[in-house]
T-cell receptor
Framework: AQSVAQPEDQVNVAEGNPLTVKCTYS??????LFWYVQYPNRGLQFLLK??????LVKGSYGFEAEFNKSQTSFHLKKPSALVSDSALYFC????????????FGAGTILRVKS | DAGVTQSPTHLIKTRGQQVTLRCSPK?????VSWYQQALGQGPQFIFQ???????QRGNFPDRFSGHQFPNYSSELNVNALWLGDSALYLC????????????FGPGTRLTVL
């Protein structure tokens, strides 16, 4: 079965510093990977996805993610964090063995302090 | 261009009752997926509707059922509610059942007392 793991429950970073939110995956076949962000009492907002092609994927709001096949990782990054980036971040993989449902990680809380 | 919309925003029910949640997909989308997000957890896939049929189903009991209408909107029904059904229910829409991105609505917060 396809799965993703987010090893950190929470990441703390100072405003203006680079941020990384980690995600590792386990899939059979080619991975289709996604990052979503959730603000309090809101639904999930799509940030970016990796289907194929360049290992560095650029997304919304200055976020990017690096796909690393050898390390089975898909870490979310941003060069300079904003206080407004504080939210809950989910990594997800499409379960191609079971149609196209998304399998989510447990989520990582990002706190950016001014 | 309206995104995915869901109603109601919040709902309070008692054990044993039945509930219906509604979802309208993003314009141009024909596929609707439903997810349950319990407090402190990632969303869990319930089922997906395409061409008015349930195409895939997650590990949820038959108390959870759904429907898709000709205009692609969808309903999620839950019968015989119990406390563990309290969660945020998310609807996501996409174009087809392939690799297209799923876009989520704001969710319906269900509380079962």
């Amino acid at each position: 079965a396809q799965s993703v793991a987010q090893p950190e429950d929470q990441v703390n970073v100072a405003e203006g510093n680079p941020l990384t939110v980690k995600c590792t995956y386990s899939v059979s076949g080619n991975p289709y990977l996604f990052w979503y962000v959730q603000y309090p009492n809101r639904g999930l907002q799509f940030l970016l996805k990796y289907i194929t092609g360049d290992n560095l994927v650029k997304g919304s709001y200055g976020f990017e993610a690096e796909f690393n096949k050898s390390q089975t990782s898909f870490h979310l990054k941003k060069p300079s964090a904003l206080v407004s980036d504080s939210a809950l971040y989910f990594c997800a993989v499409r379960d191609m063995e079971y149609g196209n449902k998304l399998v989510f990680g447990a989520g990582t809380i990002l706190r950016v302090k001014s | 261009d309206a995104g995915v919309t869901q109603s109601p925003t919040h709902l309070i029910k008692t054990r044993g009752q039945q509930v219906t949640l509604r979802c309208s997909p993003k314009s141009g989308h024909d596929t609707v997926s439903w997810y349950q997000q319990a407090l402190g957890q990632g969303p869990q896939f319930i089922f997906q509707y395409y061409e008015e049929e349930e195409r895939q189903r997650g590990n949820f009991p038959d108390r959870f059922s759904g429907h898709q209408f000709p205009n692609y909107s969808s309903e999620l029904n839950v019968n015989a509610l119990w406390l563990g059904d309290s969660a945020l229910y998310l609807c996501a829409s996409s174009q087809g059942t392939g690799t297209d991105t799923q876009y989520f609505g704001p969710g319906t917060r269900l509380t079962v007392l």
